[in-house]
């Protein structure tokens, strides 16, 4: 005890081997102590690191207690321990979060499967069978709290706690560091201490105490939830009976790595030895491009076909680089991930996981990465070779002051140690755009098709190129189907209708439309694009795409394959308006429209749009692949880059005159998954009345002709295209002699 009796005011992780809190301050205190409470914003599974020099000492004393509150919404950063619990949006939303998944959560963090069966992989690691024994034992409690002040505010961001001996002394302490390792170690944090053996400190001890006890037991500030007895009752008749012991014969001292070992560390990449049950090995067109990349100093564009494989290529790339030559030590990367969308960053965060690498999540509350970051940028300076930072960003978040000066900081002292990727790369090839994004030595775009002018002319893609460089590589959907990387697909157009006074609003939209005019590229300009979006509104919404397509669903050969089915509904939004709040009604009304349609012609459906959490997504992902579910019904998504694998039958009733959109909703469509031989879309096509003209009706014609040039029954779509020209005069040469030369094909 005498080490506890001088224990300092205050401590601080700095550079040195013992120069930390855990070694200095909790060790100690681990030690001797009887019970410990704590309060923080963030509980991972790995301070058992720090505890573990003293584990044996805990579990064998049955009356040493360890108590844990921390936010409801900070656990899910540990992979772990919480990994299913995710952002909520409302605090009442992240209530009904907890309490609906409380018992997924934790069962499938200790070692249960889906189908609540036990996990192996789990049960065997000694790690995983500690944890079980200590919360079967109430050795380890672990609270979640509910912050009730305010609410602009979700996080209960409290870093307290106390040590009480067996002697009826007390230790507090206040200070910023979370209860994990990198919090006891590795982060620059610090811990102020007050000890009942100093008089001085009496009052402030009591304080804390105090203190923590009322946010433990729940107060008007703060609620408190704890583990369902059904889930506690689960982890103790699984845990062990007796206190785990490893199988090796090491101190321990030396169980700090208390994990079972990889053969890296984490962040030093690991090339996957097989992706979704199969042998990984790169394709054809994937090695093709990364050697390119090489060849070009390390810059350029991929331009694969959406579902190809593109972000596994960019992450082999960026894997190889990190190794260095053979023979070599390899080197270190700060890889820079800018995602448009949080769905399609989840994914990338997912994607990284496979190679070993572990993304700071750059989206979301500042609270949640900005620390994180900012000691990683501290710490790289430190780091050898091969090992890679990877940093996964949201446009919104990219251009935020906080991010900006984190990357200021890393370009001034990394530069030349930084790989920017881009996903969706298109996004930029507009005037300017490219000279908002990072000047680092090692680039790479990605897209299925990233240029908007066909000579790839415009100012905005020739900006494009300047920043990135040229095609590394192109691979396009048709070489895809005939290599087998995407599905084979029939493509059936289905003719609708406006009515006259739909048609009379076409009309009067497009006049205002040509009044417009274009920029200097030929496209059109501001004020033509707001129009634009006017009329696919329309478009998207008229009365007789619903009634055809009621009928349609309601065929027999359509019922007896009812699973496994998009619905794709379109909210008429462009990439003008794409976070246009006014649109969230529209897109609400088509959702119920389809979903009393799917409903009522027996589908058991989800919705799948962007307002669904990470976990809500992949509870949708799991049911339709389990066919708990018939069908999903989204909007945007597909064109946001999630996948939803398994896809055999689409209905598209979005229409877009965005080349680039349905290309990409093709593509996720057509993507491979087990037992999938073959797709099939059926695309809403709008025509005016029969004998007038909309100047639109040109853009279907070309997305007929995109999507079926490839479909392996092309007659349907050519007979399509043909009742277009014999019935609608089509005032653009251009467009003509296109549809009639795929006539002719």
Request: glycine fraction near 6%.
């Amino acid at each position: 005890m005498e080490e506890i009796k001088n224990l300092d005011i205050k401590y601080r992780n700095q550079v040195g081997d013992n120069n930390n809190i855990a070694e200095q301050f909790l060790k100690p205190c681990l030690k001797h102590f009887s019970k410990w409470r704590r309060c923080t914003l963030g509980f991972s599974s790995s301070a058992l690191k720090t505890w573990a020099g003293n584990l044996k000492n805990i579990v064998e004393h049955k009356d040493k207690t360890i108590e844990i509150i921390c936010d409801i919404n900070s656990p899910n950063d540990d992979y772990h321990l919480m990994q299913a619990l995710e952002h909520c949006s409302t605090k009442e939303k992240r209530i009904e979060t907890l309490l609906k998944y409380q018992e997924d959560i934790i069962l499938t963090a200790f070692g249960a499967d889906k189908a609540g069966g036990d996990s192996p992989e789990f049960k065997k690691k000694y790690g995983w069978r500690l944890l079980h024994y200590l919360i079967a034992n109430e050795q380890l409690v672990i609270k979640f709290a509910i912050n009730l002040i305010s609410e602009r505010s979700n996080i209960y961001h409290e870093k307290a706690g106390y040590f009480v001996f067996p002697d009826g002394s007390k230790v507090a302490h206040e200070g910023s560091f979370n209860e994990s390792d990198s919090g006891h170690r590795w982060n620059i944090e610090s811990v102020s201490v007050f000890s009942s053996f100093r008089e001085s400190d009496a009052e402030r001890v009591q304080r804390t105490i105090d203190d923590v006890n009322e946010d433990w037991s729940g107060s008007p500030s703060v609620e408190t939830r704890t583990l369902s007895k059904k889930t506690l009752d689960y982890i103790k008749s699984n845990a062990p009976k007796k206190a785990p012991q490893r199988e090796s014969k090491r101190s321990e001292d030396d169980q700090q790595d208390f994990f079972e070992k990889k053969s890296n560390p984490l962040n030093v990449p690991i090339i996957p030895k097989e992706l979704g049950g199969n042998p990984f090995e790169m394709r054809e067109h994937q090695e093709n491009a990364y050697k390119e990349w090489i060849q070009k100093g390390g810059k350029g564009i991929l331009w694969h076909a959406t579902g190809s494989g593109k972000t596994i290529t960019s992450l082999y790339t960026l894997s190889r680089l990190a190794e260095g030559p053979r023979g070599g030590k390899g080197q270190k990367i700060i890889a820079i991930m800018q995602i448009p969308t949080t769905p399609l960053a989840d994914q990338w965060v997912d994607e990284l996981e496979k190679f070993n690498l572990r993304a700071i999540k750059c989206y979301g509350s500042r609270d949640k990465w900005f620390n994180d970051l900012t000691n990683e940028i501290n710490f790289f300076k430190q780091r050898e070779g091969p090992y890679i930072l990877p940093i996964v960003v949201l446009d919104k978040t990219y251009s935020l002051e906080p991010f900006q000066e984190c990357l200021n900081q890393m370009l001034t002292q990394f530069k030349q140690n930084i790989f920017y990727i881009c996903d969706e790369c298109h996004r930029f090839a507009s005037k300017g755009k490219t000279k908002k994004l990072p000047d680092t030595p090692f680039k790479m775009g990605l897209s299925g098709s990233p240029f908007y002018s066909e000579n790839q002319d415009s100012i905005g893609d020739i900006e494009l190129i300047n920043y990135f460089g040229k095609v590394i590589d192109k691979y396009e959907i048709k070489e895809a189907l005939a290599d087998g990387v995407l599905t084979p697909y029939d493509y059936h157009p289905i003719k609708t209708y406006l009515n006259e006074d739909e048609y009379d609003e076409i009309k009067e939209i497009e006049k205002k439309i040509a009044q417009a005019g274009t920029d200097e590229d030929d496209q059109l300009n501001m004020a033509g694009l707001i129009k634009a979006g006017e009329r696919n509104r329309v478009i998207s919404t008229i009365k007789d795409k619903f009634r055809v397509f009621e009928k349609l669903i309601n065929k027999d050969e359509i019922t007896k394959n009812r699973s496994k089915t998009l619905f794709f509904v379109g909210d008429g939004s462009t990439e003008l308006d794409y976070d246009d709040e006014n649109l969230a009604d529209l897109s609400l009304r088509m959702l119920d429209k389809v979903k009393k349609i799917t409903n009522k012609a027996g589908y058991h459906s989800a919705q799948f749009t962007c307002d669904e959490n990470i976990k809500e997504r992949r509870k949708i992902i799991s049911d339709f692949s389990q066919d708990v579910l018939d069908a999903v019904i989204a909007i945007r998504v597909l064109d946001e880059g999630i996948d939803i694998p398994g896809i055999t039958t689409a209905f598209i009733l979005a229409s877009t005159a965005n080349r680039r959109q349905f290309v990409q909703r093709r593509g996720r469509i057509l993507r491979k998954a087990p037992g999938k031989k073959k797709s099939v879309i059926y695309d809403f096509i709008v025509l005016p009345p029969k004998n007038k003209n909309c100047s639109y009706l040109r853009r279907e014609i070309i997305r007929i002709i995109e999507m079926g040039d490839d479909c392996t029954n092309k007659n349907e779509a050519k007979e399509m295209v043909k009742y277009i020209l014999d019935n609608y005069v089509i005032d653009h040469p251009e467009t003509s002699a296109i549809a009639s030369s795929f006539i002719e094909s």
